[in-house]
Structures are given as C-alpha cells and as structure tokens.
T-cell receptor, first 111, second 112 residues
Framework: QQQVKQSPQSLIVQKGGISIINCAYENTAFDYFPWYQQFPGKGPALLIAIRPDVSEKKEGRFTISFNKSAKQFSLHIMDSQPGDSATYFCAAKGAGNMLTFGGGTRLMVKP | DGGITQSPKYLFRKEGQNVTLSCEQNLNHDAMYWYRQDPGQGLRLIYYSQIVNDFQKGDIAEGYSVSREKKESFPLTVTSAQKNPTAFYLC???????????FGSGTRLTVV
C-alpha cells in the first residue's frame, strides 16, 4: 500500500485566511512526511517536514498536523498571502529512502 | 537549483526523434530520480538510480531510457517509442542521511 491520497485538488482562499490541505496514507512503515511547494515552471522545493513521533510542527505561518492513529497529516497555512499561491505536494518516505507523493493541491490566494 | 542543473530549460522534439535531457548534480548525493509532470498533474516516477551503474524502472518507464555512469550525472533519453512526450521533466536527488529530495528546475519538452 504505497499510495498517498491528497485533498483537495484545488483550493481558493482569501488573503489572510487559513489554507488547509490534507493527506492520508495506508503504509504504516512510512517514517517521514515532507511537504513540497512548487511555483509554475519551477521544481518543487521542500517546505516543511515531520516525523511520526511528533503530532505538530510549526515553521512560521506553516504548520503540519500529524495523526498517527488515523494515518493522516495536514498542512495549515495561516494568514495566507497571494505569494503562497502555488501547487503543494505531500509525500511519505518508505523503504529505500523513496518518497511517495500525493497528487498535489493547487492553491490560489485571492487578494 | 540547490546544486542540480537541468538542461536545456526548453526542448523541442520532432516526431520520431530521440532527445536527451541532462541532469547534473554537485551535491554528492547517491540517489537520483526522474519525474514527469503533465499540466495540472502530479509527479510520476520514470526511473531512479540509488548507486552508480545501477538504475530501476519507475511507474512510467516505457519509452524512456537512462544511464548512471557517474555519480554526478543521470541523463534521461526520451525515445521515439514515447508517444506522448510533451511534459515537464524534473530531476531530483537524495542522500542517505537526508530524507528529503532536492529538485532541479526542470526541462519543458514539447513535440513539434
């Protein structure tokens, strides 16, 4: 079970609002959960990551919440800004240091 | 980006041609990966290599080929057998001690 399911596929948020993107996984052997941010025409860049022994990690306006029992994790973007408009990918690391990526969420933050 | 150079940034291919996309890294990372991204879509793994002179097929390897003769280089050839090659191609690397991937800036391939 290597899938990582990401939702929603697209998200529109007003400036100053909270953006929430969710991911769910099945493989309990996953041991590292990064989020990537991708701007148009660019490669994805690591945004924030969490290990399963931690329930929450915060870096500036970005927070990962992790629910090990539910096998779910989410990205919260507080005080969303137009510059946050991008595609976000969740991922999970399994055997051999391989990442399995979610399908991506296109976030648009309206001014 | 971050020590990974993908070239060219834009590439145009005629029907029936093979083209090679370059990926060079100076991060001293062991593993390298090729992904394909279609407009508005996610990342699909084409090939990966965890050590020099060894590589494995990913989910969509048909119509593609790779080599890993040097640690720094992992070129991807899009062959004429790939019927729909127009896409954005991303190269990534990872190190054993670092769980994240570092991505290059991508090559946009268009069939003309």
């Amino acid at each position: 079970q290597q899938q990582v399911k990401q939702s929603p596929q697209s998200l529109i948020v007003q400036k100053g609002g909270i953006s929430i993107i969710n991911c769910a996984y099945e493989n309990t052997a996953f041991d590292y959960f990064p989020w990537y941010q991708q701007f148009p025409g660019k490669g994805p860049a690591l945004l924030i990551a969490i290990r399963p022994d931690v329930s929450e990690k915060k870096e500036g306006r970005f927070t990962i919440s992790f629910n090990k029992s539910a096998k779910q994790f989410s990205l919260h973007i507080m005080d969303s800004q137009p510059g946050d408009s991008a595609t976000y990918f969740c991922a999970a690391k399994g055997a051999g240091n391989m990442l399995t990526f979610g399908g991506g969420t296109r976030l648009m933050v309206k001014p | 980006d971050g020590g990974i150079t993908q070239s060219p940034k834009y590439l145009f291919r005629k029907e029936g041609q093979n083209v090679t996309l370059s990926c060079e890294q100076n991060l001293n990372h062991d593993a390298m990966y090729w992904y394909r991204q279609d407009p508005g879509q996610g990342l699909r793994l084409i090939y990966y290599s965890q050590i020099v002179n060894d590589f494995q097929k990913g989910d969509i390897a048909e119509g593609y080929s790779v080599s890993r003769e040097k640690k720094e280089s992992f070129p991807l050839t899009v062959t004429s057998a790939q019927k729909n090659p127009t896409a954005f191609y991303l190269c990534a690397t990872s190190d054993r001690g670092n769980y994240g991937y570092t991505f290059g800036s991508g090559t946009r391939l268009t069939v003309v």
